[in-house]
């Protein structure tokens, strides 16, 4: 498929259906119910792989992450995108991630783990989509009033391949110390033996799934984020249409694999607490608008050279560690007790940046 594929509609829509099928897939092959792709909750699961957090439900080094950023490596070098740039506020971008961390744990999700549980029939996602909506339209209107973190520069290839070669060692750590079985702990790693973290689909079948899907995100510059984004600010809705893909893709494999179940109550990994369902993913979009991607664009784009998505990422699998170290992280019992007031403070800190931002530029 060459490079003009992949810029156009129909190879966005393909990388979205591919995306959404693989997703499902995953579920099927043993990762947690609506959760067969979502890079919050991995993160969280890989965080509390290397001692970031000690919540033993949720303690995985999945593979998913380090597949996604390898494929879009892979994507970067064979098409000459593989860009090494760095310096556009990796603080601000840090502390955004950790923000964004925490406002999908308190919806307990992603914005590609939102899409899932609506195409696994989990109708307390729809709140969530609202919310994130409502979050990257407020991010939208930030931006088109010029808000900027500043222009990245041209960087080393060292800084470039950092963030991949992370990828890389995490990898082979859990090649290396696999999970063994009823032991939450081999000599390095820890692992659940219960819970979502426990529910893993194959080594193989993760890598290969995650590996093409990067790929094909890298290409089509698949985004969640960017799809609502810039239907609003630019009137362009190709990324939209392969978000409907993504989810249209999911819900018929799910239809066809007997994962897909109706209803508000006894979802998978999921509360009822709807307007935390609508704050927490309010607190994800309007993160991740001003960062300039969702979740797992980021990986994308670490994974073509960008530190800057590197650092955003890091912060962000710091934040969800410390949602469950603070107490703020939901359940399906629902909201973590320190949740409201930690996602309170994380919504006005991002508020704080995007005025800054104004500021700055002006």
């Given at each position: 498929m060459?490079?003009g594929f992949?810029?156009?509609t129909?190879g966005?829509?393909?990388?979205g259906?591919?995306?959404g099928?693989g997703?499902?897939?995953l579920q ?16 969280r699961d890989?965080?509390?792989a290397?001692g970031?957090?000690?919540?033993e439900?949720v303690q ?6 380090m ?6 490596f ?7 995108e593989?860009?090494?740039r760095m310096?556009?506020s990796?603080?601000?971008r840090?502390f955004l991630?950790?923000f ?8 307990l999700g992603c914005?590609w ?6 195409a696994g029939?989990?109708w307390?996602a729809?709140?969530?989509?609202i ?6 339209l407020?991010?939208?209107y ?8 500043g222009?990245?520069?041209?960087s080393t290839?060292?800084f470039?391949?950092?963030?991949v070669?992370?990828m ?5 750590l859990?090649?290396a110390?696999?999970p063994?079985?009823?032991q939450a702990?081999?000599?390095l790693l820890?692992y659940?033996v219960?819970g979502?973290g ?11 799934f995650?590996i093409?899907?990067g ?8 985004c ?13 809705f190709?990324?939209?249409l392969?978000?409907m ?7 018929v494999?799910?239809?066809a694999?007997?994962q897909?179940?109706?209803?508000f109550?006894k979802q ?7 307007f935390w369902?609508?704050?927490?993913l ?5 993160g ?12 994308f784009?670490a994974?073509e ?5 590197g650092?955003f990422?890091?912060g962000?699998l710091?934040?969800l560690a410390m949602?469950h170290n603070?107490?703020?992280a ?8 320190h949740g409201?007031g930690i996602?309170v403070i994380?919504?006005v800190m ?12 002006a």
């Amino acid at each position: 498929m060459s490079n003009g594929f992949f810029s156009s509609t129909k190879g966005v829509v393909v990388a979205g259906l591919f995306i959404g099928l693989g997703a499902a897939v995953l579920q099927k092959l043993g990762n947690p119910g609506n959760m067969g792709l979502c890079v919050a909750c991995f993160g969280r699961d890989v965080s509390g792989a290397v001692g970031l957090h000690r919540a033993e439900v949720v303690q995985y080094l999945r593979p998913e992450i380090m597949g996604l950023v390898l494929g879009a490596f892979a994507a970067a070098i064979l098409s000459g995108e593989f860009k090494p740039r760095m310096g556009s506020s990796p603080l601000i971008r840090f502390f955004l991630g950790a923000f964004v961390g925490i406002g999908a744990l308190i919806f307990l999700g992603c914005p590609w783990r939102a899409l899932l549980r609506l195409a696994g029939g989990d109708w307390n996602a729809i709140f969530g989509i609202i919310g994130l909506a409502v979050g990257v339209l407020i991010g939208a209107y930030f931006i088109s009033r010029n808000f900027s973190l500043g222009a990245s520069q041209k960087s080393t290839l060292l800084f470039g391949l950092a963030f991949v070669l992370l990828m890389i060692g995490l990898l082979y750590l859990r090649v290396a110390y696999p999970p063994i079985e009823g032991q939450a702990k081999n000599d390095l790693l820890f692992y659940s033996v219960g819970g979502p973290g426990s529910q893993r689909a194959p080594l193989w079948a993760s890598l290969i799934f995650a590996i093409v899907i990067g790929y094909f995100g890298q290409r089509s510059r698949f985004c969640s984020i960017g799809a609502i984004q810039n239907a609003v600010l630019f009137k362009q809705f190709h990324l939209l249409l392969g978000v409907m893909g993504f989810v249209a893709a999911a819900f018929v494999a799910n239809l066809a694999f007997g994962q897909f179940h109706p209803g508000f109550e006894k979802q998978p990994i999921a509360h009822q607490l709807q307007f935390w369902n609508f704050f927490g993913l309010v607190i994800v979009g309007f993160g991740a608008a001003l960062a300039g991607g969702c979740p797992g664009r980021q990986l994308f784009l670490a994974g073509e050279g960008d530190a800057d998505a590197g650092v955003f990422v890091l912060g962000l699998l710091l934040g969800l560690a410390m949602a469950h170290n603070f107490s703020a992280a939901s359940s399906g019992a629902g909201l973590g007790p320190h949740g409201a007031g930690i996602g309170v403070i994380s919504l006005v800190m991002i508020f704080l940046i995007a005025i800054t931002g104004l500021a700055k530029k002006a």
